[in-house]
């Protein structure tokens, strides 16, 4: 048996394949003078007020706008790029093109090349952690609101519910014991499976043999996950010192700030280092001094006390996120901090809510590598070049993603 | 798609003795085409005036030579010919070579409709794998083609996941608990407002009252507590009785409502399971379903006149549908153990070796090879050592070879065997594992020598309805039907279950003409129409009464009749508020001939929008003028702009309604973009490259039957490619047209075609 698994991990090793096989032996330790890059990946679905947001003048700027001067704390490592557009999201109506903001290119027909940044970087940074990846969401998951495509074009499950989060990543599943068994079970059947792809395939011809590899290929793949899952299955969960309150899911601060927290725990415990946090509107936020709920006000219509409402939502959203990078800076992971360790992606599905407008998009990057902070502003050029700029940035040597024309050097 | 190796080598091997041999093709391309393809210019990205050894395996390209050359495509009319008696000669020589390349025919697996119906039939228990098993790709049109299969470890995943799922199910450890939930008025809900928050659609005293046919803004859906809005949802697998007392108001006809699954407080995704059609004076229905754990129903009142939901304080004038009463009950099981649990398990003391070769034949109908079975018997030994229960052990080793290549595959020799031809013709005509008495036809030899009976046999069973919905479905795209708009502020009365009578009607003349022996002739034109109640009234015919589809002879001076008469053809290939000629051209050019056209792959296709200019005529007619397109566009312009005079959901028109979409003003809010609306003059007319003028749909009609034997074959190759599950080329020439001659006598009916495919020798071989 042993000898058997150490046989498959030679033959992948050869094919060039190795990437594969997670090294288990090192998995689920941050090594204290190690510094793993982390992803963390916002995307507002309702948009942002963007002449409060958007800076006048290119480069550096005097005054910051109200919206933006919320992560004052952070301009040094920020760089925020105006003016972009996504061909992934420029066709149907209503909400629905949203789908397609982090793919940079999305076709409801094909599920080629619908696979989204957060989930292309997680696929390079994921295979060291009980999670390759986890995708939140504050709000019900609705068929708008997906926004996590892995390779294969599948929805990635996005968890709207912060218990289920915490429980995920912090409890003891009292199905532990029946999950071992059933993983058990799942490698002797693929043991099984395998051994019977391997005698039928001497019986075909070579057009079926090849069709056979992909089949023994897939299920090798599939050992490999099982693996994984049974590895860490045996072992403990991380403890942390959160306690997760009761908190009311229609108000912004509580739900997104939740959300927020989990987040930063999940890559501070090194439980994943790919985080996507989507915050769609359907929850209908509402806040006691508010009158009309998150989707009514950003639908204002230019009406001056309708968006002074919708900047109050706005506002504590990115009070918030720019309270997750302070917190992330202040936690220490190794010999580095969280937030040294961390690029962060805070995105918007559209232009502007309020007309439905699908390009005109804003992006903000924060890295403490960051050698130019400032902004960008662009005109007609794809989202998908800041994508790629940031999978590169990551060591990949892609030079296309979605409809990308070019790479941002995000850094510089 | 990558090819191994050794075919590039062996291939090789030949190389030499065919460029020998055929020094014939270098000349004629020589002299006749290497001014547009060769190293001044490579029209169409072809170049022939390289070494014959270079290009002579590229079966596709081979393919297009001989077919413009046959067409007399090219050399194009303004260039000087070739010799008719040059060109035959180059003609033979390419057919002789293209008809030893026929298509491998890789090794297929089972479809997810195949998947489904095999378990289906095995255990009888109507299991619904959608959600489970990944939706397959499809190849040409169809998903039964080895090469479009491909293999993934989210696809091996999902099998296992699956397998597991029908392990759980069919052998539980204990029988299920049945139990009864009742549910009035204060247990309805409608679907929730995102705006207000308020409820959808509303109650008026004891019933609940829907309006609207859009599901999303108007369904009924069941909380166990009045007072919550929580989902009752079912609590385990199997199957449930519905009894619902409902009835319509306001309306003097039969209605229909839906039966969905999906989470009816919020306008998500719903899966329609079931329509249940409720006479006029109805007081409810009853009905039985196989739900699983998590379910969640809701209930859609289908025939609605109206999009949307209604408020009590504003109720519509229209009909209504009530509900009052609610009673599931479930999961029922008539006999235990199970009709499943005594097939999987016939007796209680089986031999691990036993159980494995009894559960691999009950599967596949195919016994596992004994070098194979060693693994699967290991799995039984074991768990029977730790001392599991048998039913525990059964469920392991079904779960195995669910997810192995034993049951996944179906390998088929170069020669079928008995078994295989089953297997095939099964998969063909029931899409679903062979029967007893077909396996026993096969096995005396019956089936190889003589299938006619079993054919009829097979005809006759209802198990057929799965051929006639999976082939017409793929062979026509009728899936793809409701799939754009109609855009509900231009066709503010086409209603959903018009829309869905549309996409049925195509399936139902396929229907009508197997049964009743009738022509493949009445797919160009016909006296008679399939319709039922809402499709007549659509088509403005004499009143029928009911949804099932009936014929309905046509008006002398009607149009209809014909699959490009009908509506869901004409709506398919539109877009919400746009006929596109192109995509109504080429539908025809690859569904009615069978040809071979794809999209340039190197050019964005921009279709001319009509909402913007009056010249779409203008704009597609360039595509005739440039060399390189005009090869296809010739052919696809002329069908489809002689369809012109009928509107994106398939209506008469007289002239365009020029829609064009107003800007938003900065201050509104532009959610509804407003329309405004001019007409325009239509014109098309055009000359096909045969010369027929063609101007409107009589005319396209009359163009197309001059074409039947072109047609005829078309149709006969895509019976072919989805009973054989591989792509119909140049090579199988022969094997079509002996088809198509051996039925001339019986008028070319549908039914007399599947005989001959059958009967073909081409049938028994991979």
Known sequence: ?412 | MMRPLWIVLLLGMFLNANVRAEPVLEQFFAQNCIECHGSQEQNGEVRLDMPLSTFIDDEDLLETIANVLEAGEMPPEEAPQPKSQAVAEVLQILQKRLLKTRPANPLKRLTRDEYTNTIRDLFGTEFDFNGLLPPDHTEHGFDKFGEAHLMSPHQVMAYLKTARFIADRVLPDSKPVKNTWEFDVRHFHGSKNFATGGGGDYRDEDEYVLTGFRPYRSNLHISIDPEAHDQFTIPAFGEYQIDMKARSDESNESEIIGINLGDGRHPTSFETIRRIPMPHGSKGFSTRLTLKAGDQLAFTFDSARVPGRSLAKNPPKGPTLRFSHLKVTGPLTPQWPTAAMKTILPRPDMKPAELVDHLALLLTKRPLAAKDRESFVKIAESQATSGASMTATARSVLIALLTSPHFIYKSESPELSDIERAHRLSYFLWNSVPDAKLLAAASSGVLGRDPAAEVERMLEDSRVDRFIDNFTRQWLQLDKVDDFGPDVRVFKNVRRMTVDSMAREGQELFRHLLENELSMEHFIDSDFVMANDRLARFYGLPKIEGGDFVPVKLPARSERGGLVAQAGFLKLTSTDFATSPIHRGSWILKNLYNERIEPPADVLINEPDIRGTTTIREAILKHQQLESCSRCHSKIDPLGFALEYYDPVGRKRKEYRHIEELPAKLEGTTFQKKLKFTTVPIDASMTLPNGMEVHDLPTLKAALLADKEKIFKGIIGKLVSYAHGRDVTRADRLHIDAIFSSIAQEDFSLRAAIHAIVAHPEFGRK
Not at chain 1, 27 to 33: D, F, I, R, T
Not at chain 1, 106 to 118: A, C, G
Not at chain 1, 379 to 386: F, G, Q
Request: net charge negative; proline share 4%; glycine share 6%.
């Open chain 1, 1 to 412: 048996m042993r000898r058997q698994t150490m046989k498959r991990r030679t033959f992948l090793t050869a094919a060039g394949v190795s990437l594969l096989l997670p090294r288990l032996e090192s998995l689920g330790q941050v090594n204290e003078s190690a510094s793993p890059r982390r992803l963390l990946t916002i995307v507002n679905h309702l948009s942002f007020y963007q002449p409060e947001l958007i800076p006048e003048e290119d480069g550096s700027w005097d005054d910051a706008p109200a919206l933006l001067n919320e992560f004052s704390d952070h301009f040094g490592q920020l760089k925020i790029f105006s003016g972009l557009n996504n061909p992934a999201v420029q066709n149907g109506f209503g909400h629905t093109p949203c789908v397609g903001i982090l793919s940079g290119y999305f076709n409801k027909l094909h599920r080629k090349n619908r696979l989204s940044i957060d989930q292309a970087i997680a696929d390079m940074i994921g295979d060291e952690t009980r999670f390759k990846s986890l995708v939140f969401q504050a709000g019900e998951n609705l068929n708008f609101s997906q926004i996590s495509w892995d390779k294969y074009g599948l929805p990635v499950h996005q968890i709207d519910s912060p218990r289920k989060i915490f429980n995920l990543l912090f409890q003891v599943n009292e199905d532990d014991r029946m999950q071992q068994q059933v993983l058990a079970e799942d490698r002797s059947i693929l043991d099984a499976v395998l051994s019977q792809a391997r005698s039928m395939e001497k019986r075909l011809n070579a057009t079926d043999r090849a069709k056979m590899d992909e089949y023994l290929t897939s299920v090798r793949e599939v050992e490999q996950i099982v693996n994984r899952r049974a590895h860490w299955a045996n072992r403990s969960k991380p403890d942390v010192n959160y306690e997760l309150d009761d908190f009311n899911r229609k108000s912004v601060d509580e739900y997104v700030g939740t959300l927020l927290d989990l987040a930063v725990l999940a890559l501070e415990t090194d439980s994943t280092r790919a985080v996507t946090v989507q915050i769609p509107f359907w929850e209908g936020f509402k806040e006691p001094e508010l009158s009309g709920n998150y989707h009514d006000l950003s639908h204002h219509g230019q009406k001056p006390e309708k968006i002074k409402s919708l900047l109050m939502l706005e506002h504590a959203i990115l009070k918030r996120i720019s309270g997750s990078l302070k917190t992330m800076k202040e936690r220490q992971v190794g010999n580095s901090s969280l937030f040294d360790q961390t690029t962060t992606l805070l995105t918007a599905s559209m232009g502007s809510a309020n007309s439905h407008n699908f390009d005109d998009l804003p992006a903000l990057v924060f890295d403490s590598r960051m050698k130019n902070a400032g902004h960008r502003r662009e005109k007609d050029v794809p989202m998908s070049n800041l994508y790629l700029g940031l999978l590169q940035l990551f060591g990949a040597e892609n030079e296309h993603f979605g409809e990308s024309t070019g790479a941002f050097e995000v850094l510089s």
